[in-house]
């Protein structure tokens, strides 16, 4: 079946840090993967996609590159700041289907 | 921000009661998702809905029902709550069947079963 691996949390950085989260995925076919984040108090919102392989997304500074030879979607930014704290999902959907499927989360915690 | 309300934000209630948890949007979208988000789980999906009356079951839809009336409102129903059902109860909504359309969030129902 279609199952994300995320890297165990939490994460705890300081301010101006490089962070990378890692995410693997297993699926059939050829997905879309996504990374979602969640602020404090709030609900889900698409922070970046990618849908084809050597596909890179971005937003907001934060970047993340399809590789299907590792099957890996990793979350990159080069340098944080503390309004970057959230939870932040990997996951993946099948071409053509609806059914988001995600990974356990990562907090993300950046001190001053 | 994508128009969605979820209704109750808070719910506290006991071990064998009938609980309903609405979500109610304004986008006219056609697709409509129930998830529960639990710690080391991630948000798992309980149900979801493809047109009014239109619903199918995900991966963690025991204990659960739900119903789609009308375009805007998708109810999630837990006929006999129990403990497990502790959780924060996520409604989303997307517009296409695109495997890459994205899914808007509403702000969550956080649901205690004592």
């Known amino acids: 079946g279609n199952s994300v691996t995320q890297m165990e949390g939490p994460v705890t950085l300081s301010e101006e840090a490089f962070l990378t989260i890692n995410c693997t995925y297993t699926?059939?076919?050829?997905?879309?993967l996504f990374w979602y984040v969640q602020y404090p108090g709030e609900g889900l919102q698409l922070l970046l996609k990618a849908t084809k392989a050597d596909d890179k997304g971005s937003n907001k500074g934060f970047e993340a590159t399809y590789r299907k030879e590792t099957t890996s979607f990793h979350l990159e930014k080069g340098s944080v700041q503390v309004s970057d704290s959230a939870v932040y999902f990997c996951a993946l959907t099948r071409q053509g289907a609806q059914k988001l499927v995600f990974g356990q989360g990562t907090r993300l915690t950046i001190n001053p | 921000d994508a128009g969605i309300t979820q209704s109750p934000r808070h719910k506290v209630t006991e071990t064998g009661t009938p609980v309903t948890l609405r979500c109610h949007q304004t986008?006219?979208?056609?697709?409509m998702y129930w998830y529960r988000q639990d710690p080391g789980h991630g948000l798992r999906l309980i149900h979801y809905?493809?047109?009014?009356?239109?619903?199918d079951k995900g991966e963690v839809s025991d204990g659960y029902s739900v119903s789609r009336s009308k375009t805007e409102d998708f109810l999630l129903t837990l006929e006999s709550a129990t403990s497990s059902q502790t959780s924060v109860y996520f409604c989303a909504i997307s517009e296409s069947t695109g495997g890459s359309e994205k899914l808007f969030f509403g702000s969550g129902t956080q649901l205690s079963v004592l």
């Open positions: 699926a059939t076919g050829y997905p879309s």
């Open positions: 986008e006219n979208h056609r697709y």
């Open positions: 809905s493809y047109g009014v009356k239109d619903t």
